[in-house]
């Protein structure tokens, strides 16, 4: 069923991989992995701001993958305009006769919203969820979700992916691993099981930063568990938006005696002044996945983008032959 890399379809099971306008340049990273060409898709927006989708191939009876991130002013399209993309394209699959439909999502829009905080709030990321199985969906892929307990938001099979072993390579590469004057870090007590993870992959020490959240996008450093003097920082989370919590935590540890301050997160959201705060920042060197477009018009000296195409089209070769999802990520893809 394989040879040379490349997925050798049969007779009896067809692979088409399809992409919405959110990210295409990363479904065609991940077809370039599988060696499939990007399926044939007439997408529009009307001039009423209605989203229009047509499949220019027969694809009944096929194992349909459609690629969306739920990206955010890229290619004139909001969240909701990509979200409802996704519901028309998943629709038009099912009506076309598709065997199955399965959605990759790197990034799983409204996952911050999963549960209430204040009374008479909506739990929007088990709406998403609830309506992409409306739709008719059978199937999602997606990479660190905010929280792990949002799978338990689907009714019917999610691979949730982590980028984990994506970040332990890069900086086995950049000399941190068993490294006697570097620390993990956990920016905030919600991530400390994912930092004390890359800890034990690198074989480092681990710290946290305790912070006061005043609002959401505000927060307060207020101090450091464990031992950073003297040492190199890797800081980890699953996602950077406006990166001020990232750079004040940053600031703290260089207070605490932090030599130099690297940070890793999954989603590059960088939303409002993220980019500019990144660049004026303490922090050396910011390493991302591309889950999400970068602005080419902002400063991205300090970021570091891998991809993690080759993940998810493993994802997806393995997902079409029936075979272990686990071995991809050597048994790591459940909690980020």
Request: charged share 25%; hydrophobic share 45%.
């Amino acid at each position: 069923m394989m040879q040379n890399g490349h997925l050798e379809q049969t007779a009896e099971k067809k692979l088409v991989l399809f992409s919405g306008r959110g990210y295409p340049e990363l479904a065609e990273r991940i077809g370039e992995r599988l060696d499939v060409s990007l399926g044939d898709v007439d997408l529009r927006s009307f001039s009423g701001g209605e989203v229009y989708a047509r499949y220019g191939e027969s694809i009944r009876g096929s194992d349909v993958f459609i690629v969306q991130s739920l990206c955010d002013r890229v290619n004139g399209l909001t969240v909701n305009d990509n979200l409802m993309e996704l519901f028309v394209m998943i629709d038009a699959a099912k009506r076309a006769s598709a065997e199955s439909i399965v959605v990759v999502i790197p990034w799983f829009a409204y996952s911050r919203q999963d549960r209430k905080t204040k009374p008479r709030e909506p739990i929007t990321a088990r709406l998403v969820a609830s309506m992409l199985r409306q739709a008719g969906a059978k199937r999602v892929m997606t990479m660190d979700l905010h929280v792990g307990q949002i799978e338990g938001f689907f009714s019917f099979p999610v691979d949730h992916l982590t980028a984990m072993r994506t970040f332990v390579d890069y900086f086995t590469n950049q000399g941190f691993r068993d490294a006697c004057d570097a620390v993990v870090v956990a920016p905030d007590v919600g991530e400390a099981k994912v930092a004390k993870r890359l800890a034990d992959h690198l074989s480092l020490p681990w710290a946290i930063v305790n912070k006061i959240r005043r609002q959401p996008g505000q927060s307060e450093v207020t101090h450091v568990i464990g031992e950073v003097a003297d040492k190199r920082v890797i800081m980890i989370d699953d996602l950077i938006d406006t990166a001020g919590t990232l750079v004040n935590a940053a600031d703290s540890l260089v207070e605490c005696g932090a030599t130099e301050v690297y940070a890793c997160a999954t989603h590059p959201v960088f939303s409002g002044p993220a980019y500019e705060r990144i660049d004026g920042s303490v922090i050396k060197e910011v390493v991302v996945t591309d889950t999400l477009p970068l602005k080419t018009d902002e400063p991205r000296n300090k970021i570091k983008v891998l991809t993690i195409a080759p993940l998810l089209a493993d994802t997806i070769r393995n997902v079409f032959f029936d075979d272990s999802v686990s071995e991809v990520f050597m048994g790591e893809n459940q909690l980020f």
